[in-house]
């Protein structure tokens, strides 16, 4: 009945109801009965109207124009209805037509509107859920970056700014090539933490691997000869177990550049002296049932050298004063879940950063300390005063702050790098971000989180790239560099002076970078 107007249907209904009750209260003829005994007599009326009357010239009372209101609806006017087209039907018409409730309900769902969600597959009864993501499945299981079209975009781009192309030309490493990358293993297992010492002179790099080893590798500069009298050599790689779970920190004394710091999931700390290859254990980590707690990150505060920040598997964080005999730590809580990740603020010393699998970014201050935190399920720890938050759709893999511009970087297995300026002092409860660049993250269980990673003296930086590469931005988001490499290299290191990164990769080879050119390799 898609033919008639809702006001139509309804009056359908009226009609049949109306019809059914005086069946059942036998008043079907109640009408015409009630008529003939007033005497009213329905042929005498119909008589009546038939015939016509009679012409006259004299003006009379009744011969005066009938006053018609000035506004009328289409219905009483016998027009169609407005943009429809549907007629106006009288009873006796709406009855014959074979008027049926399923056809109206078929066609108040054919109008009806979709709100909210829905699964197309619910909408199209004609194939199979099954087959319709199949089918389609194909598509959405690319992923990709933004970094991955990088020099297509300077083709097409014109001209640049003169200090993006002065970066570009800047980070535009080359390869390390007197060994190939397969030749350089310098770990057993998939690398999960790297370093680059600070000296500039020679190059020495370390990484440390999921099952605790730790690989130094002294970087030979000179090209092998062309005679081949060093065909057999080798890179120069040490090998040693420290741990035996996850090296999640490998990073230098700022007051001593021959000591090494490092950290392991199996909660312990501890320092390697280059000068006599001696390791001392600086703090075992444990919860007060005795039970180690896992070391996810350590970094040295940028107020007191001294004094070292370290974050837990179970959302802990942590501070250590490495200047006293028996070094210990008092425990708050910052996340329900993992910390990542976290970073210090080089421009606020007490303000940190964290990524946690809670699926939030936390800017904390830590001179204040709460007692009772409000965000947390758990009561058993103090917490410090929670400046900012994020909330990600998923979790957050990695937080890093430019060193002197006041930017922000993180991601997460959301598929995005998003940029926050945190260069006011009172930041708000709800981070924004600035910037949000597309990037792949889904590393999965053979390949390390991918961790966007600042460089030390400069606001640029790098974070890997799942299409094989090493991906450069700076700060403001423009990409300087897309370095291919042959597998993925998941964790990076910075030289803190030099533009030289290294990556390492799930099988604990190493991918290195440097800005030597000129020199060629046999």
């Known amino acids: 009945m898609s033919d008639l ?14 019809n059914e009750l005086l069946k059942k209260l036998n008043l079907s003829g109640a009408a015409t009965q009630i008529k003939r005994e007033a005497g009213v007599n329905e042929d005498d009326k119909v008589r009546k109207k038939k015939t016509p009357r009679k012409s006259s010239n004299k003006r009379t009372a009744s011969s005066k124009p009938v006053r018609l209101p000035t506004r009328r609806s289409s ?128 190059k020495l790099i370390i990484g440390g691997d999921t099952g605790g080893n730790l690989g130094f590798w002294n970087v030979r500069d000179e090209p092998l000869a062309e ?73 040295f505060s940028h107020e007191d050298t001294n004094v070292l920040f370290l974050s837990t598997l179970d959302g802990e964080f942590s501070t250590l004063d490495l200047r006293a005999k028996s070094p210990g730590c008092s425990l708050r809580r910052l996340s329900d879940k993992k910390i990542g990740s976290f970073c210090i603020n080089p421009n606020r010393p007490f303000e940190i950063a964290t990524g946690s699998l809670d699926r939030t970014l936390r800017l904390w201050d830590v001179r204040k300390l709460v007692e009772k935190p409000e965000w947390s399920q758990y009561t058993d720890l103090p917490s410090y005063k929670l400046v900012s938050t994020y909330d990600s759709r998923l979790s957050v893999s990695a937080v890093s702050y430019s060193p002197t511009d006041n930017t922000l970087v993180c991601n997460g297995y959301d598929d995005t790098i998003r940029l926050f300026d945190v260069k006011n002092d009172h930041m708000p409860e709800v981070l924004e971000p600035n910037l949000t660049l597309k990037h792949n993250c889904q590393s999965g269980r053979w390949t390390s989180i991918l961790k966007s990673i600042f460089k030390p003296n400069k606001n640029v930086f790098a974070i890997a790239n799942m299409k094989r590469a090493i991906d450069i931005y700076n700060s403001d988001g423009e990409q300087l560099a897309h370095m291919q490499t042959a597998t993925v290299p998941a964790v990076l290191a910075w030289h803190p002076l030099q533009n030289w990164i290294a990556g390492g990769n799930s099988s604990g080879k190493v991918f290195l970078f440097t800005d030597e050119k000129g020199t060629e390799y046999s």
């Open 227 to 299: 005679n081949g009298a060093d065909d057999l050599v080798e890179p120069d790689i040490t090998r040693v177990q420290l741990f035996n779970k996850n090296v999640s920190t490998i990073d230098c004394f700022p007051s001593d550049s021959s000591k090494i710091l490092t950290s392991s999931y199996d909660g312990f700390v501890r320092s390697i002296d280059l000068n006599n290859l001696k390791s001392r254990e600086l703090l075992q980590l444990k919860n007060e049932y005795d039970e180690s707690l896992g070391v996810s990150k350590c970094q």
């Open 5 to 18: 107007t809702e006001f139509q249907k309804r009056r359908l209904e009226n009609i049949k109801r109306n």
């Open 75 to 202: 219905r009483l006017r016998g027009e169609a209805a407005e943009g429809n087209g549907v007629p106006n039907l009288s009873d006796t018409e709406l009855m014959k037509k074979q008027y049926s409730p399923d056809n109206e309900l078929l066609d108040d769902i054919k109008e009806t509107k979709i709100i909210g969600d829905v699964k197309l597959s619910d909408l199209i009864k004609s194939e199979h859920e099954d087959d319709l993501l199949n089918k389609f499945k194909l598509y959405a299981d690319k992923k990709f970056s933004s970094g991955d079209f990088f020099q297509e975009i300077r083709k097409h781009k014109g001209e640049a700014k003169p200090e993006l192309e002065q970066q570009q030309k800047e980070f535009d490493l080359q390869m390390y090539e007197v060994f190939q990358p397969n030749e350089i293993k310098i770990t057993k297992d998939r690398i999960s933490a790297m370093y680059i010492h600070p000296i500039v002179d020679k």
